[in-house]
T-cell receptor, first 116, second 111 residues
């Protein structure tokens, strides 16, 4: 099966600091990855589409300068939450797209961020 | 109108029964459909994918797709308490590679 990992699984940080979250596709190459955010008891919200070797495409309302995305290789995308604030506390989940013609998204286990 | 409609539930079924989850979508150009399971506090996990009209079976799970009616369903046979989760219906939008999700149906299997 397709395996996607995320690191770290949990992070607690002080307000104003930056936090980097890594997303890796372990057994396949992914030119496209996605970053989602989910608040408690709410639906998944797509934040951005990460494309290897090019700039990410952000959804409306998502600040690109606050949520920096880098997709430097076919197996790694990173999300950096810059100058994090308590309202950024959430469950961040990445997914990686596998296949051609019958593309399927496989999700990582998620990263829980708590900003104090 | 939402692009993907699901009954939010909760859908409560007794252990051993068949759970039937339904989903309708609005984009007639959709070709790829998915069911994901999400346990509370966890990320979504792919359960089934279906691309052609008809039924697709995988163990206790059967996905049904009817493109003419723009309808996709998931049947879970011999439901177990461990099946209790939110089930997300989604279709793949080819132009953007995005998954368009429904809001999910909460399934509760009563022991």
């Amino acid at each position: 099966g397709a395996v996607v990992s995320q690191h770290p699984s949990w992070v607690i940080c002080k307000s104003g600091t930056s936090v980097k979250i890594e997303c890796r596709s372990l057994d396949f190459q992914a030119t496209t990855m996605f970053w989602y955010r989910q608040f408690p008891k709410q639906s998944l919200m797509l934040m951005a589409t990460s494309n290897e070797g090019s700039k990410a495409t952000y959804e409306q309302g998502v600040e690109k300068d606050k949520f920096l995305i880098n997709h430097a290789s076919l197996t790694l995308s990173t999300l950096t939450v810059t100058s994090a604030h308590p309202e950024d506390s959430s469950f961040y989940i990445c997914s990686a797209l596998r296949g051609q013609g019958k593309e399927t998204q496989y999700f990582g286990p998620g990263t829980r961020l708590l900003v104090l | 109108q939402k692009e993907v409609e699901q009954n939010s539930g909760p859908l409560s079924v007794p252990e051993g029964a068949i759970a039937s989850l339904n989903c309708t979508y609005s984009d007639r150009g959709s070709q790829s459909f998915f069911w994901y399971r999400q346990y509370s506090g966890k990320s979504p996990e792919l359960i089934m994918s279906i691309y052609s009209n008809g039924d697709k079976e995988d163990g206790r799970f059967t996905a049904q797709l009817n493109k003419a009616s723009q309808y996709v369903s998931l049947l879970i046979r011999d439901s177990q308490p461990s099946d209790s989760a939110t089930y997300l219906c989604a279709f793949h939008r080819g132009a953007t590679n995005k998954l368009i999700f429904g809001t999910g149906t909460l399934l509760a299997v009563q022991p």
